[in-house]
C-alpha cells in the first residue's frame, strides 16, 4: 500500500492559521472574502467522488477563498447529497519537508457563502527528522458521517467520526468511555477444544469504531474496517484471550478475506500478542493462508500457515505452497511461543520437460560465452540448528551442457547439498560447476523453533532436507 496516493489521502491542518481555527464553528463567512465571489466559487466546484469509500479529491480548481494561503497544489469539491448548506472538501499539497506536508479541511457553507463551519479531517505530519509523526485521512460512511482514520507509528492508530448537522455545524462524535471489563463483557465465552473452521460473520455483534480498546495499528489502511465480537477464552493464569472476527476488506491490491484473529490481553486491556487463526489475503500473486487451527484446553494453538506463489518468478515459472504445520504456547508475559512441527514445499506442476523449457526460452540469458548461471530461492528457514538454510533453484548452461538442480545453502553462503533435477549430457560433471552467490542472498530467515520434517514434493518426487542441509529420499 497501503494508503492513498500522497497528497489525495491523508491530509488534515488546510487553510487555517493554527490548529485550534481549524475547529471553529463560524455563524458568518469568517474568511473575509466576497460573499457573492464566494458563492460563485461553490457553484463551479465538482462535485467529489464518494464510490470508492476512501473521500478524496483530486481535480484542480480556482482556490476561491483559499487563495491567500501558500502552497503547491490545491483542489476542492463538494460532497454529494441534499442539504440546506454547500459541504466543501479542500486539499492542499504544501512545500516539501514542512511539519504539515499535506492537509484536508472539511467546511461548510450557506448557499450565498457564508462560512458555516470548518474542520480538520486528514494531515501528513512529520517530525523533526522528516519521519512521519501522524498520517490521517477520511472516509465517507455516509451523507452526513465522515470518518477520520489516523496512522502513528509510534502510538495508537485510532478511527474518530465527524457528523454534519442539519444546520452545516460539524459536531464530533465521542468516543466510548466504557472500562475494559464491560468491554470484554460483549464476547461470548468460548469452550475448549476450539475448532476455528470460518469466521460466522452473521452471527456475530460488529465491534464499535469509537471503542478505545481496539487496536487498528495492522488494519488501518483498509478501505472496510468490519470487525465482529467472535467470542473469548479465560484460562487460569493467563492474560485472555479475544477473538475477533474480519469481513473481506481491500487494502490498494492487498484483499482480506473473512479472518478470525487470536488477541492476548492484559487485565488492563493492553494488548500483548497476536495470532491469526483463519483467512486468506492476496496481493501480488502470493497467497497468505491460515487454515485448520485449533485451540487447546491448555491454551496452545495448532494451525497450518501457508504461502501460495502463482509461478510469477523469472525462471522457476511452477506454482508453489509452502506450508508450516505450527503450534504456538502462551508465555505468562503472553507472547505466543512458536515450534514449527513440519515444513512441505510442494510443487505439483513439477516435470523435467517444464525444466527443459526453462534453457528453451531462455536462450539469450543463457547464450553467453561464459555460460550463464540464474538462480532463484524457493524458500529458507532458520531452525534449531546453528546456520539458517536457503533452498534455491539453479539453472546453468555452457555449451551443450545444461543443468537445473536444488541447491541448500547456509547463511555463510556455503553449499550443504545440491540434487539434480535435469542434467544434460547425463555424464557432464555437475559438481564442478560454481554456483554463484551474492553475500546479501546469505542472510538468515527469523529463528524458527522446527522440530519436525522439512518436505519437498515436486509432483511425484518427494524429498526431504536433513537438520545438517543434505536431501535425502525418505
Known amino acids: 500500500m497501503r494508503y492513498l496516493p500522497f497528497w489525495l489521502a491523508p491530509l488534515f491542518?488546510?487553510?487555517?492559521?493554527?490548529?485550534?481555527?481549524?475547529?471553529?464553528?463560524?455563524?458568518?463567512?469568517?474568511?473575509?472574502?466576497?460573499?457573492e465571489a464566494v458563492k460563485l466559487w461553490l457553484e463551479k466546484l465538482p462535485e467529489a467522488d464518494t464510490s470508492k469509500h476512501f473521500l478524496n479529491v483530486s481535480e484542480d480548481v480556482d482556490p476561491g477563498p483559499f487563495g491567500d494561503r501558500g502552497y503547491h497544489r490545491f483542489?476542492?469539491?463538494?460532497?454529494?447529497?441534499?442539504?440546506?448548506?454547500?459541504?466543501?472538501l479542500a486539499a492542499c499539497e504544501f512545500e516539501l519537508n514542512t511539519p504539515v506536508s499535506s492537509s484536508q479541511l472539511l467546511v461548510t457553507y450557506t448557499p450565498d457563502g457564508n462560512e458555516i463551519a470548518r474542520q480538520e479531517i486528514g494531515?501528513?505530519?512529520?517530525?523533526?527528522e522528516g519521519t512521519q509523526e501522524l498520517r490521517s485521512w477520511p472516509v465517507y460512511i455516509n451523507d452526513t458521517t465522515?470518518?477520520?482514520?489516523e496512522e502513528r507509528p509510534q502510538g495508537k492508530s485510532q478511527i474518530r467520526r465527524m457528523v454534519l448537522a442539519a444546520d452545516g455545524?460539524?459536531?464530533?462524535?465521542?468516543?466510548?468511555?466504557?472500562?475494559?471489563?464491560?468491554?470484554?463483557?460483549?464476547?461470548?465465552?468460548?469452550?475448549?477444544?476450539?475448532?476455528?473452521?470460518?469466521?460466522?460473520?452473521?452471527?456475530?455483534?460488529?465491534v464499535s469504531p469509537l471503542t478505545p480498546w481496539f487496536s487498528y495499528q495492522d488494519i488501518i489502511g483498509y478501505d472496510k474496517l468490519d470487525i465482529y465480537h467472535y467470542g473469548k477464552i479465560i484460562l487460569p493464569g493467563k492474560p485472555l484471550l479475544l477473538l475477533y472476527a474480519y469481513g473481506p476488506a481491500n487494502d490498494e491490491g492487498a484483499v482480506l478475506d473473512s479472518a478470525v484473529q487470536l488477541v492476548a490481553c492484559k487485565p488492563d486491556g493492553t494488548v500483548t500478542d497476536q495470532k491469526d487463526l483463519y483467512g486468506k489475503l492476496f496481493g501480488e500473486g502470493v497467497e497468505h493462508r491460515w487454515r485448520n487451527a485449533v485451540i487447546h484446553e491448555d491454551g496452545s494453538v495448532t494451525l497450518e500457515e501457508s504461502i501460495v506463489n502463482d509461478a510469477d518468478m523469472a525462471l522457476w515459472q511452477l506454482g508453489s505452497t509452502e506450508a508450516r504445520h505450527m503450534t504456538y504456547r502462551l508465555d505468562a508475559a503472553g507472547k505466543f511461543l512458536s515450534e514449527v512441527r513440519r515444513i512441505t514445499y510442494t510443487v505439483p506442476a513439477y516435470t523435467v520437460n517444464t525444466l527443459k523449457e526453462v534453457f528453451e526460452q531462455n536462450k539469450d540469458r543463457f547464450g553467453t560465452p561464459e555460460g550463464g548461471h540464474h538462480k532463484e530461492m524457493l524458500f529458507g528457514i532458520q531452525d534449531r540448528m546453528p546456520f539458517g538454510i536457503l533452498v534455491w533453484v539453479h539453472f546453468y548452461q555452457h555449451g551443450e551442457h545444461q543443468l537445473a538442480e536444488l541447491v541448500a545453502m547456509n547463511d555463510a553462503g556455503g553449499i550443504l547439498d545440491r540434487y539434480v533435477l535435469y542434467n544434460y549430457p547425463e555424464t557432464a560433471?555437475?559438481?564442478?560447476?560454481?554456483?554463484?552467490?551474492?553475500?546479501?542472498?546469505?542472510?538468515?530467515?527469523?529463528?524458527?523453533?522446527?522440530?519436525?520434517?522439512v518436505t519437498i514434493q515436486l509432483a511425484e518426487t518427494t524429498l526431504q532436507l536433513t537438520p545438517e542441509g543434505k536431501f535425502v529420499k525418505p
Request: hydrophobic share 35%; with cysteine; aromatic share 6%.
Open 429 to 453: 560433471d555437475y559438481r564442478g560447476v560454481a554456483i554463484p552467490m551474492d553475500a546479501s542472498q546469505n542472510k538468515a530467515y527469523p529463528v524458527t523453533n522446527l522440530t519436525g520434517p
Open 146 to 149: 465522515i470518518e477520520v482514520r
Open 123 to 128: 494531515t501528513l505530519r512529520l517530525t523533526v
Open 13 to 35: 491542518l488546510f487553510a487555517c492559521a493554527s490548529p485550534e481555527a481549524a475547529n471553529r464553528q463560524a455563524g458568518t463567512d469568517s474568511s473575509h472574502t466576497n460573499n
Open 75 to 88: 483542489s476542492a469539491a463538494k460532497l454529494p447529497g441534499k442539504r440546506k448548506y454547500v459541504a466543501v
Open 169 to 206: 455545524a460539524i459536531r464530533p462524535v465521542p468516543p466510548e468511555k466504557s472500562p475494559f471489563d464491560e468491554y470484554a463483557s460483549r464476547f461470548p465465552g468460548l469452550q475448549l477444544p476450539l475448532a476455528i473452521s470460518s469466521a460466522a460473520i452473521p452471527k456475530l455483534k460488529r
